[in-house]
């Protein structure tokens, strides 16, 4: 192979020929720059990795184009790859292991196939899959998961916070969702040598502050609920129909227009109340897995796995009380039957329930944060509120530590009469 100098002439001096060559450096061992038939040009590097010498095979990696790249940058950027050559290091074979490298679609959908499905519930799996397909394959499924780094990660948080249907406080939610699924993906990749050991470029971006949305009923507004509840199982709740339709007149007159509450639906929302259960829990909730004598609910499965719920004195009257009509608990319109399913939602009753007590912005989950509240704020502390609620961290349970104020009530009362006795005052 010929050896010239490569300078900006003697480069444009150079002709295709029938074969491809390659016009090697003067000063640069191994440098040169590689013609085609075609014309196309290519700076290359050739050089022996590890200890070098004859013994070891020759490797070709390409630098750039003369396009893009001056002979004088190509020969610098050469310098610096011999420089790392010289301290162990492997361009080209990096290059090599980075293009065979999985890409970020191709990890987490093995990430989602062999751990979430088989690690994770139903409804978590969902919800991972929708944030997968929606936000992180989008923009950065294409990319080697090795190569994605914090600048990677930042544009896809933008992204997501940017997207039409994802505006204001509920893209930065999501943007946080995303991250969070992403950078367990990386750590199970991680584990299974997917990508290097340390690498989650998920880490070094700073995740947006939430304001959760609490909501906790007054005694007020639980006396408002209470009431709803009398009514609904008594004489039943009003509803509205559209006086507009054709059957209109043959509805009842408004002041008979109610529906009645059987126990069971009614039951459903003072146990929420009374045991901070979550929603699923207490409608998949089977008489097998209440023991009235002992005062708990043995719960199989749950949000955080087994769990055992302490009932109350009137928790327990409600269920010694309650019918039992089917496998469930809560007996829904299959109750009794084969083919028994437990109730599947309570949307309606409780908005007519809100709608008759005067609430508004409340979810049915803040009655759970009603239960934690009371408890917190009659002092029982946050580790005990924690394993009432079932949960797995403390760090769950301390969202409730401002309302517990009444050790800190003590605490300034008994500043407050010191400073009031030393000043003379009583």
Do not use: C
Not at 43 to 50: A, K, M, T, V
């Amino acid at each position: 192979m010929p050896t010239i100098k490569l300078t900006r002439k003697a480069v444009a001096a150079i002709e295709p020929g029938e074969k491809p060559a390659t016009y090697f450096d003067e000063t640069v061992k191994g440098f040169g720059l590689k013609v085609m038939p075609t014309g196309a040009r290519s700076w290359i590097l050739e050089y022996r990795p590890g200890a070098g010498g004859r013994g070891v095979a020759k490797k070709r990696l390409k630098l750039g184009s003369p396009a893009t790249m001056s002979p004088e940058e190509a020969r610098d950027e050469a310098i610096r790859t011999l420089a790392r050559v010289t301290l162990g290091g492997d361009p080209a074979g990096a290059r090599s292991d980075e293009r065979s490298s999985p890409t970020l679609s191709e990890v987490v959908d093995a990430y989602m196939r062999d751990h979430v499905e088989t690690k994770r519930k139903p409804k978590t799996q969902k919800e991972y899959q929708i944030i997968v397909n929606r936000h992180i394959k989008p923009v950065l499924g294409s990319m080697r998961a090795s190569s994605i780094v914090a600048a990677d990660v930042a544009r896809l948080q933008a992204h997501i916070t940017r997207g039409k249907s994802n505006a204001g406080n509920g893209g930065r939610t999501m943007a946080n969702r995303a991250l969070a699924v992403l950078s367990a993906a990386f750590n199970w990749a991680q584990s299974m040598g997917l990508v290097p050991e340390g690498h989650n470029p998920t880490k070094r971006i700073e995740r947006f502050k939430e304001n959760r949305k609490e909501r906790f009923l007054t005694n007020a507004e639980l006396s408002a609920f209470g009431d709803a509840l009398v009514e609904a199982e008594t004489i039943g709740l009003l509803y509205e129909i559209d006086e507009n339709k054709p059957k209109a007149k043959h509805a009842a007159k408004p002041e008979n227009r109610r529906t009645v509450y059987g126990p069971h639906l009614v039951a459903a929302f003072r146990l929420l109340l009374l045991t901070g259960a979550r929603k699923s829990e207490i409608l998949k909730l089977k008489w097998s897995e209440v023991d009235l004598q002992r005062g708990v609910l043995l719960l199989p499965d749950s949000k955080t796995g087994r769990k055992t719920v302490v009932l109350s004195t009137p928790a327990l009257a409600i269920l010694e009380g309650l019918p039992r009509v089917g496998v469930f608990v809560i007996a829904g319109d299959t109750a009794g039957t084969k083919e028994e399913k437990p109730r599947a939602d309570l949307s309606k009753p409780w908005a007519a329930l809100l709608k008759r007590a005067g609430l508004e912005d409340v979810r049915l989950h803040d009655l759970r944060h009603s239960f934690a509240s009371i408890g917190v704020g009659g002092s029982l502390g946050l580790p005990i509120i924690g394993k009432l609620l079932g949960h797995s961290q403390a760090a769950t349970t301390a969202r409730y530590s401002h309302l517990d104020v009444d050790p800190l009530k003590k605490a300034v009362d008994t500043i407050g009469d010191k400073i009031t006795s030393a000043m003379g005052r009583k």
